[in-house]
């Protein structure tokens, strides 16, 4: 009798599902790999898909497990080359003299309300409102002079941030072009240059949101320099960006639906990033996900597992300054990748200042042991430290980066719910085994996703999403489900992903051999 492969998948063998069949009807992702990739992928899957059992146990459990692009893609330009050089150099000329030059007037004028809401990577961030709209400026200080530090600051133990040359910057500005047209992560707009002292209400909001946050921790440290501080001289570079509502840090999160939409539109955005320019964002947390009201809340009415789309939410992930992406449009002689060099500065794994300086050490542990394992802090002193694949290089890719992250997305989702116990138990009850296969701190005998993209087929597979959710009429992507927030006009005057047939591992890189029946 002829024997039938079946897949494994999520801890337990399944035949063909009928979410299997509708993602190969989905839309694809608007293809960005050179034609040359593709025929190679189609003839590894070809043949990966001819491999007998026996081929397959030989690789064993603690094989690594070599996924398609790592196979097809081309490998990306090492420092220094040629295709990178020139690729900075077309990206570095973001900040030269063809930008606008504003005053701080001029950015926000009498009449127009500014107000600070976060402080990121490099970068102070604002919210400026007026009677065209909303924006989000992310401000960051090239290097230029600023007035020194008073006696009553230093008492303070200020830090000032230190400021940045334009080739510090190339990276994010280039990522966020990127990810500018894919829904769920924010709207670029434009960027100029801001030079001169700082106005009143620059000031004035800038204490108000230190106040704020010595208030939430005693403890912290202020790492932006007062704007009474800045001189004439003083140059920034703004970014500004479309309004993506309040940080989820600061979201009162009263129901479940909340709960679902926000965890589930932030999996179907990283895995359509992944798909596209195969993105890692490696700073996801609650501070880098906004949330904003684009609907009105339904109540859900029938017996479905479908539980997207009810509270009227949708999220926009922001701050790409710890992230990696690839230039997937190019042909395979001119791509190139951009990524922050976290290895430059080790206290990022070595701090146990907040929850999510464990995901920091998880990634570089997954870097290091190629496992779901979460070295101590002692562990991470050593730059550029002999991993598996030789000295760190956080120009690779790896999408469990993604899943890490997702994980933490979940457990601050469940951790900060305010609203009923009951409904909480249920959800939770909900998405057990879910957890199971997201939690990094899983059993070692549990298989884990391997990439966001596996989240999502996760949930089409489990029915949380529904398939008229996912493609509208005429087999277009459903644009009301996942469209972006704000319009890219700026106010300062001067699909669905293609979700790979991933399998499941202990790690993202272990062999995992398929059951034959």
Same mark, same amino acid.
């Given at each position: 009798?002829?024997? &039938?492969? &079946?897949?494994?998948?999520?801890?337990?063998?399944?035949?063909?599902?009928?979410?299997?069949?509708?993602?190969?009807?989905?839309?694809?992702?608007?293809?960005?790999?050179?034609?040359?990739?593709?025929?190679? !992928?189609?003839?590894?899957?070809? %043949?990966?898909?001819?491999?007998?059992?026996?081929?397959?146990?030989?690789?064993?459990?603690?094989?690594?497990?070599?996924?398609?692009?790592?196979?097809?893609?081309?490998?990306?330009?090492?420092?220094?080359?040629?295709?990178?050089?020139?690729?900075?150099?077309?990206?570095?000329?973001?900040?030269?003299?063809?930008?606008?030059?504003?005053?701080?007037?001029?950015?926000? #004028?009498?009449?127009?309300?500014?107000?600070?809401?976060?402080?990121?990577?490099? /970068?102070?961030?604002?919210?400026?409102?007026?009677?065209?709209?909303?924006?989000?400026?992310?401000?960051?200080?090239?290097?230029?002079?600023?007035? *020194?530090?008073?006696?009553?600051?230093?008492?303070?133990?200020?830090?000032?941030?230190?400021?940045?040359?334009?080739?510090?910057?190339?990276?994010?500005?280039? !990522?966020?072009?990127?990810?500018?047209? !894919?829904?769920?992560?924010?709207?670029?707009?434009?960027?100029?240059?801001?030079?001169?002292?700082?106005?009143? #209400?620059?000031?004035?909001?800038?204490?108000?949101? %230190?106040?704020?946050?010595?208030?939430?921790? #005693?403890?912290?440290?202020?790492?932006?320099?007062?704007?009474?501080?800045?001189?004439?001289?003083?140059?920034?570079?703004?970014?500004? =960006?479309?309004?993506?509502?309040?940080?989820?840090?600061?979201?009162? =999160?009263?129901?479940?639906?909340?709960?679902?939409?926000?965890?589930?539109?932030?999996?179907?955005?990283?895995?359509?990033?992944?798909?596209?320019?195969?993105?890692?964002?490696?700073?996801?947390?609650?501070?880098? =996900?906004?949330?904003?009201? &684009?609907?009105?809340?339904?109540?859900?009415?029938?017996?479905? #597992?479908?539980?997207?789309?009810?509270?009227?939410?949708?999220?926009? !992930?922001?701050?790409?300054?710890?992230?990696?992406?690839?230039?997937?449009?190019?042909?395979?002689?001119?791509?190139?990748?951009?990524?922050?060099?976290?290895?430059?500065?080790?206290?990022?794994?070595?701090? &146990?200042?907040?929850?999510?300086?464990?995901?920091?050490?998880?990634?570089?542990?997954? =870097?290091?042991?190629?496992?779901?394992?979460?070295? *101590?802090?002692?562990?991470?002193?050593?730059?550029?430290?002999?991993?598996?694949?030789?000295?760190?290089?956080?120009?690779?890719?790896?999408?469990?980066?993604?899943?890490?992250?997702? /994980?933490?997305?979940?457990?601050?989702?469940?951790?900060?719910?305010?609203?009923?116990?009951?409904?909480?138990?249920?959800?939770?009850?909900?998405?057990?085994?879910?957890?199971?296969?997201?939690?990094?701190?899983?059993?070692?005998?549990?298989?884990?996703?391997?990439?966001?993209?596996?989240?999502?087929?996760?949930?089409?597979?489990?029915?949380?999403?529904?398939?008229?959710?996912?493609?509208?009429?005429?087999?277009?992507?459903?644009?009301?489900?996942?469209?972006?927030? /704000?319009?890219?006009?700026?106010?300062?005057?001067?699909?669905?992903?293609?979700?790979?047939?991933?399998?499941?591992?202990?790690?993202?890189?272990?062999?995992?051999?398929?059951?034959?029946?």
């Amino acid at each position: 009798m002829t024997r &039938t492969a &079946t897949v494994r998948r999520y801890g337990k063998a399944t035949t063909k599902s009928r979410a299997e069949r509708l993602f190969a009807e989905l839309p694809k992702s608007p293809s960005k790999k050179a034609p040359e990739a593709e025929e190679t !992928i189609n003839l590894i899957t070809d %043949q990966l898909e001819s491999i007998s059992l026996n081929d397959q146990t030989r690789y064993g459990e603690d094989a690594r497990q070599e996924s398609l692009e790592d196979i097809a893609a081309p490998e990306a330009p090492k420092p220094g080359s040629q295709t990178e050089e020139s690729a900075l150099q077309d990206s570095s000329q973001f900040c030269d003299d063809e930008l606008r030059v504003l005053a701080w007037d001029d950015v926000c #004028p009498f009449g127009d309300r500014i107000e600070k809401i976060a402080e990121a990577s490099y /970068a102070e961030v604002y919210r400026i409102t007026n009677e065209r709209g909303t924006s989000i400026i992310k401000v960051i200080r090239l290097e230029s002079p600023i007035k *020194p530090q008073t006696k009553a600051q230093e008492r303070s133990e200020l830090v000032d941030e230190e400021p940045h040359s334009e080739d510090d910057l190339v990276g994010e500005i280039r !990522i966020s072009e990127w990810l500018a047209d !894919i829904p769920g992560f924010v709207v670029y707009k434009e960027r100029y240059v801001v030079q001169g002292k700082a106005p009143k #209400p620059l000031l004035e909001t800038h204490q108000a949101f %230190q106040r704020k946050a010595k208030r939430k921790d #005693p403890d912290r440290l202020q790492f932006y320099p007062s704007p009474s501080r800045y001189l004439e001289d003083t140059r920034f570079l703004v970014v500004e =960006l479309g309004d993506a509502g309040i940080a989820l840090e600061d979201f009162e =999160l009263t129901s479940t639906a909340q709960l679902w939409d926000i965890f589930l539109h932030t999996a179907v955005a990283l895995a359509r990033a992944e798909d596209l320019v195969n993105f890692e964002h490696r700073d996801l947390h609650e501070g880098n =996900l906004c949330v904003r009201q &684009t609907g009105t809340p339904l109540a859900k009415r029938d017996e479905s #597992p479908c539980q997207f789309g009810y509270s009227g939410i949708d999220i926009t !992930i922001l701050d790409y300054g710890l992230s990696r992406a690839e230039d997937t449009e190019t042909t395979s002689e001119e791509a190139f990748t951009v990524a922050c060099d976290l290895e430059k500065d080790l206290s990022i794994f070595t701090s &146990t200042h907040a929850l999510q300086c464990k995901v920091y050490r998880q990634m570089r542990s997954f =870097l290091l042991k190629g496992d779901r394992v979460c070295l *101590p802090p002692k562990s991470h002193t050593k730059p550029y430290e002999l991993g598996i694949d030789g000295p760190i290089s956080w120009d690779g890719y790896y999408p469990y980066t993604n899943v890490l992250w997702l /994980a933490y997305i979940y457990q601050y989702l469940v951790d900060n719910f305010t609203g009923e116990k009951k409904e909480l138990a249920q959800f939770k009850r909900t998405t057990k085994e879910f957890w199971l296969h997201l939690n990094p701190e899983a059993p070692r005998v549990v298989l884990s996703f391997s990439r966001a993209g596996d989240a999502v087929r996760y949930a089409v597979e489990a029915g949380w999403m529904t398939e008229d959710q996912l493609v509208g009429e005429g087999g277009k992507v459903v644009e009301a489900e996942f469209a972006s927030v /704000a319009c890219n006009e700026s106010i300062i005057e001067a699909p669905f992903p293609e979700v790979e047939d991933a399998h499941l591992r202990r790690s993202p890189r272990r062999r995992v051999q398929r059951a034959l029946e």
